[in-house]
């Protein structure tokens, strides 16, 4: 019975009946010993006896204690301090700060035969120039109120004015001419015209092969990628990649939106799944026409194929953005002149990206557009109408949200697909 706490027991009894609790007495007894204390009593305080309970002291942080890590458990290392010129690349490392290893690498699937799901899915979407201009062109007889709901459609589809009148102008004639009116017949005649518009005749090729300097040092093709907020750059430089990777190109990844925190992160975790480096700063905010000139420079250094350099979203209308993206052209053209520059559109936005592409074409000189979200319209008439108005190809086509859903843009799979 000598062994039993009483004081210890009382003590307790006082602290619950205060209110504190059982756990709250725990707490205070374990805070008053020190580490090989266990069985020895209580601790003396420097204000009272054996059975004071000590005022409760912030624990030592985290870190201190932190022991040796176990065989094969990966930590973060240390931060080390931000650095406006420090620049880095890393393909086996995950997002900055998340001190995981990159995810296992993938092999991409090949680009070939993708606009054969574009083609499905515009057929399932009830693109407006399919079942309205057939069902109207096949009428027996047509009047004046018959071709003005066949201008209506093409306008609403975003063809454009010019355009729509061409074609209209085109159809008349041939309708009139060789008296078509099967549907199959019609259906041949609207195709043909359709694909005439788009154009198969324009090189929609990327120009990504091999370059020399004027002393025979090989050079990497760079392509830069511009446009507005939204529309999908960093994610269009991750599918880019994976289609260069499934050709069998190298590639460098330069992250040149320094503004949006987590475009680094986003474009650097894209290139991690296929084995791609990432150039970045460590510092947010830092300036991106530096970015572009290390990563091009590292581009040219380990003789890679391709740097694909992303910049940051920038309205067209904000002139102080659009000298930054001068900027970054004149600073990466020191090393090597981009051989393309890819405006990335959102083909949900209709005309608005006409105003897109002339100002971008004005200063970074487009030579390729790139349109997202195109199998998320019915219309797709915008195809048309950029590349009359800003006088490049579309080169890339957004099929949906998969890594995988890039392709090069063909026109006539892309008319078939908007006729059904």
Avoid at 391 to 400: E, Q, S
Wanted: proline share 7%; aromatic share 2%.
């Amino acid at each position: 019975m000598n062994d039993i706490p009483w004081i210890e027991i009382i003590t307790g009894l006082v602290v619950a009946a205060g209110g504190g609790g059982a756990v709250a007495y725990l707490r205070a007894r374990r805070r008053s010993r020190t580490p090989g204390d266990e069985g020895a009593g209580t601790r003396p305080t420097a204000g009272g006896g054996a059975g004071t309970i000590e005022a409760e002291r912030p624990e030592a942080p985290a870190e201190a204690e932190a022991g040796p890590t176990a065989p094969g458990e990966v930590t973060a290392p240390p931060p080390s301090p931000h650095d406006a010129s420090s620049l880095r690349s890393d393909a086996s490392q995950g997002p900055r700060g998340s001190g995981t290893l990159a995810p296992e690498v993938e092999r991409p699937e090949p680009a070939a035969g993708r606009m054969v799901r574009l083609r499905d899915r515009l057929a399932r979407s009830g693109s407006p120039l399919g079942a309205r201009l057939l069902s109207v062109l096949s009428r027996d007889t047509l009047t004046e109120d018959d071709w003005d709901e066949i201008e209506e459609v093409l306008l609403l589809a975003d063809v454009g004015p010019g355009p729509t009148t061409e074609l209209l102008d085109a159809l008349r004639t041939r309708v009139r001419v060789l008296g078509v009116r099967e549907p199959g017949a019609v259906r041949d005649l609207v195709r043909e015209e359709l694909v005439r518009l788009v154009d198969p005749t324009l090189d929609r090729s990327l120009h990504v092969g091999p370059r020399t300097a004027e002393d025979g040092t090989p050079l990497p093709a760079v392509v830069l990628v511009v446009g507005v907020n939204g529309t999908g750059k960093t994610t269009t430089v991750g599918k880019l990649a994976r289609v260069l990777v499934a050709e069998g190109r190298t590639v460098v990844l330069g992250a040149a939106d320094t503004f949006r925190a987590a475009a680094a992160d986003q474009l650097q975790t894209w290139g991690a799944r296929v084995g791609v480096p990432t150039v970045r700063s460590d510092r947010d905010g830092a300036d991106p026409a530096s970015v572009a000139f290390e990563a091009v420079s590292r581009g040219r250094d380990e003789g890679t194929d391709v740097v694909l350099v992303d910049t940051a979203g920038r309205l067209q209308n904000k002139a102080g953005l659009m000298d930054e993206l001068g900027k970054i052209v004149r600073v990466s053209s020191k090393v090597a002149a981009p051989s393309e520059v890819l405006l990335v559109l959102d083909a949900t936005t209709g005309q608005n990206g006409l105003t897109q592409a002339r100002v971008f074409g004005e200063v970074a000189g487009v030579t390729g557009i790139v349109l997202t979200k195109l199998d998320g319209t019915a219309k797709g008439g915008i195809v048309v109408q950029v590349q009359r108005q800003l006088g490049v190809p579309v080169k890339l086509v957004g099929l949906g949200e998969g890594p995988d859903d890039l392709a090069p843009f063909d026109a006539e799979q892309f008319v078939d697909g908007i006729l059904g």
